[in-house]
Structure formats: C-alpha cells, structure tokens
C-alpha cells in the first residue's frame, strides 16, 4: 500500500516538473524568435555565407588584363625553339619565339608579362578556371580545343617529323616499319593524336615533358617520337646520337595559335593585331630563328 502510493506521488512530481520546464523552454525561444528563421532554436544568429571573388567576365577580360597591369601567359617550357629555359645572365629563364611573340603583345596592351611553366596537358585546364589569361606554348588550334576556348589567328605552320636513334635510321623508314613498336608523343598535343591516327599499329606513349621522351627515345624505351620540324631540330642538335627518319607523315597546316577564354572577342582581336603586325615586319620569322640558334648554341 505505502509502496503504490509513494510511486504515484512521484509520478505526479515528474510531470509537474516536465510541465514547468516546457513553459520555461517557450518563454525563452519565443522571445528571440525572427519572422524571417534567419536564428536557430537557440537564438544564436547564423554566420553570413562568404560568397568568392567573381573571375573578370571573358567579355571584359581584355579591360581587366589593362586594370591589373599584367597578363598572366601558361606555357610548357620544354618545347624548344617555341619555349624552353635557359641560363641568360646567370639566371634560369624562359626564352623561345613564342615568349618573344607574348613579349610584343603584352608590350602593345601597356602591361607587364607574367610567365607560368606547367604541363601541356594542364594548360588549357588553367585557362579555363581563371589561372591565366592566355596559353602559347606551339597549341594547334584544333575543332575540339576551339570548343573550349578562343583562337587567335595561326602564327606559325611547322612540319611534324619523326626522330629516331641514329642507329636506327635505316631501320625505321616508314610507318609500316615502327608497327609494334613505342612512339612517344607529347601528352595533350596534336603530336599525340598523330601518333594514334597515323600509327595505328604503334603503341603509344604520351609523356608531358619531351626532355622525359627524349630520355626514353635515347634509352631504348621507346622507338620513335613524333615532333614538329623546329623542334625535333633543336634536340637533335643537343643530342648528336638522335637524327630525323626518312618516314614521312600527313601534315595538317592548322599550324600555331594563341589560346584565350572563350567569349573574349575583344582580346582576341588586339592580340590578332599585334600579330599581323610581327608578320608584317617579318619578326615572327626573326624570332623562330633566333630561338632556333640559341637552342643551337645552349646545346655547344
């Protein structure tokens, strides 16, 4: 009997206290409460949500390239005489005729160049996401590329040839004759593609750096590389045991453009003007030997 009423006495306890404290809970939410939610239950306000700095408007990139006073260029300095580095006044430099090419254009829009040196293969992947305002790095300005981005005019129109081990120069003579064989390419480069739709008996091998393909080509892990004329030039010249092969290639003239975000019309067009203005005083051609001659002379 003293047992039943002393539990139901407790019950009536806990309810009461449970009642009590709903109303206590009420009181104090209400009160802080805000039409709109923008408060929790607790009444403490949300932090505001930091919304990131837009990138400039492709359509107004060439305004925003003038305003910040630099034009930041994404090239793969391992592409000589296009790009490539050397010692110039006891420093590590990107020298080459393209960089010659972006000197002018970046002197004609009033601002400072601003060089990075990345893979081939990330170029067009850091144009895109805002990194850099322009690519040259010997780009061929093809259909699935210009559904990317923008193109400015063809600078330059290089022949693809194929180096192989000097050793093996008449061993390798055709297309036919590399059949089974490695042929490195350039990973992201048109050479690459060359490479699959020309050799199709061939097997691949795509690297983002030529001086990594050169090394295998000299080592024996691959046959043949796929490269353009001035080029395969240039590291023949620093590597004597390398020579060009007699096999020639379908050559597409798309040749050598400027890469821009798409939609940027109006950069476009002041970069096309310097261009023909190169052309016209016959520079570009002055650049590309240039180049050619210091990657002759880095070689000696």
């Known amino acids: 009997m003293k047992l039943t009423q002393r539990k139901n006495n407790t019950s009536w306890f806990i309810l009461a206290m449970v009642l009590l404290l709903a109303v206590f809970v009420s009181a104090c939410g209400g009160g802080n409460a805000t039409d709109n939610g923008s408060q929790g239950a607790g009444g403490e306000e949300e932090p505001p949500v930091e919304t990131p700095a837009d990138q400039p408007d492709a359509a107004n990139l060439l305004e925003a390239i003038k305003a910040s006073g630099q034009l930041r260029v994404g090239t793969s300095a391992d592409y000589p005489p296009y790009e490539f580095h050397a010692i110039v006044d006891g420093k590590d430099t990107i020298i080459g005729f393209d960089i010659e090419i972006i000197k002018e254009v970046a002197k004609d829009l009033g601002v400072e160049l601003a060089l990075t040196d990345m893979g081939f293969d990330g170029l067009l992947t850091a144009l895109q996401s805002g990194n850099i305002d322009m690519v040259i790095s010997g780009m061929t300005p093809t259909p699935e590329r210009a559904e990317a981005v923008d193109f400015s005019d063809v600078y330059y129109v290089a022949i693809q040839k194929v180096i192989v081990r000097a ?118 051609a002055q650049f590309v030997t240039d180049a050619t001659n210091a990657m002759e002379n880095k070689a000696e």
């Not at 750096?209 to 001035?230: Q, Y």
Request: charged share 25%; proline share 4%.
């Open 167 to 284: 050793e093996d120069k008449a061993t390798y003579t055709t297309v036919e004759s590399l059949a089974g064989k490695k042929v490195g390419a350039q990973l992201g480069a048109i050479q690459e593609g060359i490479v699959t739709d020309q050799m199709p008996q061939s097997e691949l091998r795509a690297l983002s750096k030529l001086p990594d393909l050169v090394l295998d080509l000299k080592s024996g892990n691959v046959e043949a590389l796929v490269v353009e004329e001035p080029v395969a030039n240039a590291y023949i010249a620093a590597n004597p045991e390398l020579v060009l092969a007699d096999i020639q290639l379908e050559q597409d003239e798309a040749g050598s453009a400027i890469a821009m975000p798409k939609g940027s019309a109006e950069l476009v067009e002041a970069v096309n003007a310097t261009l023909k203005r190169l052309a016209d005083e016959g520079k570009i």
